[in-house]
């Protein structure tokens, strides 16, 4: 129970819901229900069902064995590259919308940086016939065209967040200002292990297939349901949860969280919070954030679009403090050359988020013997422009 969250919403000193009074309703009204929700057995009948035939999983655990002789240790790549959307973030999506329909919402909003947790929620709304609106920042919208076109095609409205920067956390605030206006029809579907108590929660909850799939995938493989090492970058910390999800409490499974460091941790361009962060409040939750010592938010860089991100969730800041999970980073560089080199080893051209985990095979020492599992996040077609302008290879 140490890595679970407690009743009041708290990963020990991390957690709650630190939110404007109109939203109190809207949030509490999700917190009393999700988890008996969740727990319906028809609820998780659909939501398998779903996963298994929509998502396409179980993902595959796949040996990569020129990658395995090369850092010599056994190393699994987790495939949720292969799920429907190119990504982990649908498996969210689509428990999400299972929530809100039995809750009677009509109605789906999310907020989206990249896209990527656009196009998921977008492709549930889709599927389920229901209006869904997705703030986008203006700013990334021009960046992110082709997400924003596969939104639209999907029947899904982009509003463009005029204020601020234009990013991330204004197109979060109109989010905000939306379902504060529309609490009875509507959902709010939040993309990672961030916001207040219950998304951490219900998110981490909805991404632990992940790790139990490895579990089985494992047994199947080695004997042994249990791994020496569970690899995954993190941005909020949605892959990452999900992957250690079922392997927090066995304490022999060492878990590494890999957070960008753009043009490098002391640089003044990076997202590594676990570096730089200090404990406060971001999205409706006490957590470790990038701040400028009156509490300013620091604009976080990474040429990952999914890790360009000033904090982490509040499980991951309380796996942090009490040193469960070990957090390294990798520069731009040398995320860029290790998707590259799983694309030469493997045939497999990951997301750049996906290649942040990949680039810290290289800072561990293995031994021969240790069964290594990378949680493979994303595919890297979204990226071909990124790859393109890096242009090394
Ligand atoms: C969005 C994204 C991430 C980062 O989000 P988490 O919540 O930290 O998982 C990582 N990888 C891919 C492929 C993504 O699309």
Same mark, same amino acid.
């Given at each position: 129970m ?8 708290y990963y020990?000193s991390?957690?709650?819901?630190f939110i404007?009074?109109m ?11 999700y988890?008996?929700i969740v727990?319906?057995e028809s609820?998780?009948?659909?939501f398998?069902?779903?996963?298994h035939?929509?998502v396409?999983?179980p993902t595959?655990?796949?040996l990569g ?7 010599g ?6 495939r949720?590259d292969l799920?429907h959307?190119?990504a982990?973030?649908?498996?969210n999506?689509? +428990?999400?919308?299972l929530v ?6 009509k109605?789906?909003i999310?907020e989206?940086?990249a896209?990527?947790?656009g ?8 599927l389920? +016939?229901m209006?869904?609106?997705v703030?986008m920042?203006?700013h990334?919208?021009?960046r ?8 639209r095609?999907? +029947?899904?409205?982009?509003v463009?967040?005029l ?9 979060t ?20 292990v961030v916001?207040?108590?219950p998304y ?7 991404q ?5 799939e ?27 949860a ?6 927090l409490?066995?304490?022999?499974v060492?878990l ?10 002391d640089s003044?361009?990076s997202?590594a919070?676990t570096?730089?962060?200090k404990?406060?409040?971001?999205h409706?939750?006490k957590?470790l ?16 679009a999914?890790?360009?991100?000033p904090g ?9 403090e009490?040193?469960?999970v ?7 560089d040398?995320?860029?050359e ?9 045939g497999?051209i990951?997301a750049?988020?996906t290649?942040?985990a990949?680039?810290v ?5 293995f031994?021969k013997?240790?069964v290594?599992?990378?949680?493979l996040?994303?595919? +890297?077609?979204k990226?071909?422009d ?8």
């Amino acid at each position: 129970m140490k890595y679970q969250v407690d009743e009041n919403g708290y990963y020990g000193s991390f957690g709650g819901a630190f939110i404007p009074e109109m939203l109190y309703p809207n949030v509490e009204e999700l917190r009393e229900h999700y988890l008996s929700i969740v727990r319906e057995e028809s609820f998780q009948t659909e939501f398998q069902n779903l996963l298994h035939d929509f998502v396409g999983r179980p993902t595959p655990l796949y040996l990569g064995k020129r990658l395995s002789e090369r850092y010599g240790a056994k190393i699994y790549l987790k495939r949720e590259d292969l799920c429907h959307t190119g990504a982990h973030k649908i498996n969210n999506t689509i +428990g999400q919308i299972l929530v809100a329909q039995r809750l009677g919402k009509k109605k789906i909003i999310a907020e989206t940086g990249a896209g990527q947790h656009g196009v998921a929620t977008a492709t549930v709304c889709a599927l389920m +016939g229901m209006e869904c609106i997705v703030y986008m920042g203006e700013h990334d919208m021009a960046r992110q065209r082709p997400n924003v076109e596969r939104m639209r095609i999907l +029947g899904t409205k982009v509003v463009p967040a005029l204020s601020g920067s234009k990013t991330l956390k204004d197109a979060t605030n109109e989010a905000m200002r939306h379902w504060i206006n529309h609490p009875t029809d509507t959902h709010y579907i939040i993309g990672s292990v961030v916001g207040p108590h219950p998304y951490p929660d219900m998110v981490a909850r909805f991404q632990s297939v992940i790790s139990e799939e490895i579990k089985q995938q494992l047994i199947t493989e080695i004997g042994n349901p249990s791994p020496d090492y569970v690899i995954a970058c993190v941005g909020g910390g949605s892959n990452a949860a999900g992957a250690f999800y079922h392997f927090l409490n066995d304490e022999h499974v060492k878990l590494v969280g890999v957070e960008a460091a753009g043009k490098g941790v002391d640089s003044g361009q990076s997202a590594a919070t676990t570096a730089l962060g200090k404990a406060g409040v971001l999205h409706g939750s006490k957590t470790l954030l990038m701040q400028t010592t009156d509490g300013q938010v620091v604009e976080p860089y990474s040429i990952s679009a999914g890790l360009d991100y000033p904090g982490i969730g509040p499980l991951h800041a309380h796996l942090f403090e009490t040193g469960r999970v070990t957090f390294l980073s990798a520069t731009d560089d040398e995320a860029m050359e290790a998707g590259i080199e799983l694309s030469r080893t493997e045939g497999i051209i990951p997301a750049i988020e996906t290649a942040h985990a990949l680039a810290v095979l290289s800072k561990i020492e293995f031994d021969k013997d240790d069964v290594v599992v990378i949680n493979l996040s994303g595919r +890297g077609d979204k990226d071909l422009d990124t790859y393109i302008k890096w242009g090394k290879y």
